[in-house]
């Protein structure tokens, strides 16, 4: 797995992530969608990752974006079967110092 900004897309070589024009957001209303996409997250392994961390003031931010391949057919939404081949699932993650680093706590 490599940390490579904007080349995790295996559908489009070139893909920036910028240009793309296939990604969409899973909203809790698409229950099944979303369940068959944590179910693909769960049973593979990613195939690349990018973590960004930035330093402000008392914060520290770690952005993270993980993609996973589509190979088994995780996605049986019919609405949606056949035509998703790669989920990228993004964290976030903040953590803010009050009193120092030993009194670092998670937002």
Known sequence: MENRPGKLCRDHPDCDLEQCTSLSVIEDNQKEL???C??????????????EETLEHVRIE???LTAYQNKEDFIVDGR????????YQVE????????????????
């Open 34 to 36: 979303l369940q068959n």
């Open 38 to 51: 944590e179910d693909l997250i769960w049973f593979t392994q990613p195939t690349g990752q990018y973590i």
């Open 62 to 64: 770690q952005r993270k």
């Open 92 to 107: 976030r993650e903040v953590l803010v110092a009050t009193d120092g680093p030993e009194k670092a706590g998670r937002v």
């Open 80 to 87: 949606w079967h056949g035509l998703i081949k790669t989920i």
